[in-house]
């Protein structure tokens, strides 16, 4: 069992950044590939970001390739999602996702095991 709880959700003006954390509890969370996805108003939840179990290998939606950066701290039992260059379309919940079998190529929401309450991000023009 893994418990996920999202913070670092605010509000900032275009071209800024944020830096989201999940912190997860459980011992099986380094067995986890970890996600981030984002419901933006009156959209579907969709894909950002993936972080293998070690670390060593990341994916990230076209749309924040370039922007956005996943990390994890084993040690810490978190997962970060930095956000630079923050444009009004990403306003959105924040989710911090994992995947027990550990496939960090998936993005696919059916394949997440557990979920966080999500973390809402604003970006003001």
């Known amino acids: 069992q893994v418990q996920l709880v999202e913070s670092g959700g605010g509000t900032v003006q275009a071209g800024g950044s944020l830096r989201l954390s999940c912190a997860a509890s459980?011992?099986?969370?380094?067995?986890?590939?970890m996600n981030w996805f984002r419901q933006a108003p009156g959209k579907e939840r969709e894909f950002v970001a993936a972080i293998s179990s070690g670390g060593a290998y990341t994916y990230y939606a076209d749309s924040v390739k370039g922007r956005f950066t996943i990390s994890r701290d084993n040690a810490k039992n978190t997962v970060y999602l930095q956000m630079n260059s923050l444009k009004p379309e990403d306003t959105a919940v924040y989710y911090c996702a994992a995947d027990w079998h550990g496939d960090p190529t998936s993005r696919r929401e059916r394949d997440m095991d557990y979920w966080g309450k999500g973390t809402l991000v604003t970006v003001s023009s």
């Open positions: 459980g011992r099986t969370f380094t067995r986890c590939a």
